[in-house]
C-alpha cells in the first residue's frame, strides 16, 4: 500500500517562501510520476506542479516562475519550493503519485493521494 506524508506548510506573509515535502513508501518510487495538487476553500482541487520519474516538470500557468517541483529518489520525497507566495496562493496542497513514469495534469491520472497540508499566506 502506497503512503504519501506530506509536511512543511504553515502560515507566511505574502511575499514569503515555504518548501513543502512529501515522502513516499510502499512502491517503487524513482519510477512514478508525482504532482502537488490545491484546494482552496469552495473550490475544486487544481493541478500545481508535475515531475515525471524522468525529472520533467510541468507547471500551472498561475505558479510558473514562482514555484518549483523536485525529487530526490534516494530519499523517495518529492518536494515543492514556493516562493513569492500571494494570498491566492491560500489551500490545502495535496502530493499524489501516479503509477506510471510519465506526468499528467489531470487529476484522474492520479492513485494515490496524501492527507494534505494547509499553506495559508497573509496580505
Known amino acids: 500500500q502506497v503512503q504519501l506524508v506530506e509536511s512543511g506548510g504553515g502560515l507566511v506573509q505574502a511575499g514569503g517562501s515555504l518548501r513543502l515535502s512529501c515522502a513516499a513508501s510502499?512502491?517503487?518510487?524513482?519510477?512514478?510520476?508525482m504532482a502537488w495538487f490545491r484546494q482552496a476553500p469552495g473550490k475544486e482541487r487544481e493541478f500545481v506542479a508535475a515531475?515525471?520519474?524522468?525529472?520533467?516538470?510541468n507547471y500551472a500557468d498561475s505558479v510558473k516562475g514562482r514555484f518549483t517541483i523536485s525529487r530526490d529518489n534516494a530519499k523517495n520525497t518529492v518536494y515543492l519550493q514556493m516562493n513569492s507566495l500571494q494570498p491566492e496562493d491560500t489551500a490545502v496542497y495535496y502530493c499524489?503519485?501516479?503509477?506510471?513514469?510519465?506526468?499528467?495534469?489531470?487529476?484522474?491520472?492520479?492513485?494515490?493521494w496524501g492527507q494534505g497540508t494547509q499553506v495559508t499566506v497573509s496580505s
Open positions: 510502499g512502491r517503487a518510487f524513482s519510477s512514478n510520476a
Open positions: 515531475i515525471s520519474s524522468g525529472g520533467t516538470t
Open positions: 499524489t503519485l501516479r503509477p506510471y513514469g510519465t506526468s499528467s495534469i489531470m487529476i484522474k491520472s492520479y492513485n494515490y
